[in-house]
Nanobody, 119 residues
């Protein structure tokens, strides 16, 4: 199985930056892709970005050009660099790993990290 722990959240002013990190442990070699999601207060969880084993990335339109997802295979981490933050980026951010165990595809979630963008 795969376990995930997010870190890096906090309070930042509009226009500022934060870097979130998702640390994976367990069967990390079985991970096929890692996604970042977020859940704003009172709203449903929404997808933010992903990165595959092959390094392919994709972003939600709302964060494109401001957020960058990257990975460090040596450290088993996937980071989300968030620049030009807006109040609307306030949310709990979760990472989600898609991995293969035997012949089955599974996924694992972290506990989330809180990002608050406010002046």
């Amino acid at each position: 199985q795969v376990q995930l722990v997010e870190s890096g959240g906090g309070l930042v002013q509009p226009g500022g930056s934060l870097r979130l990190s998702c640390a994976a442990s367990g069967s990390t070699v079985s991970i096929r892709a890692v996604h970042w999601y977020r859940q704003p207060p009172g709203k449903q969880r929404e997808w933010v970005a992903y990165i595959t084993n092959g390094g392919n990335t994709n972003y939600a339109d709302s964060v494109k050009g401001r957020f960058t997802i990257s990975r460090d295979n040596a450290k088993n981490t996937v980071d989300l660099q968030m620049n030009s933050l807006k109040v609307d980026d306030t949310a709990i951010y979760y990472c989600n790993a898609i991995y293969v165990l035997g012949s089955m595809q599974r996924d694992s979630w972290g506990q989330g990290t809180v990002v608050t963008v406010s002046s």
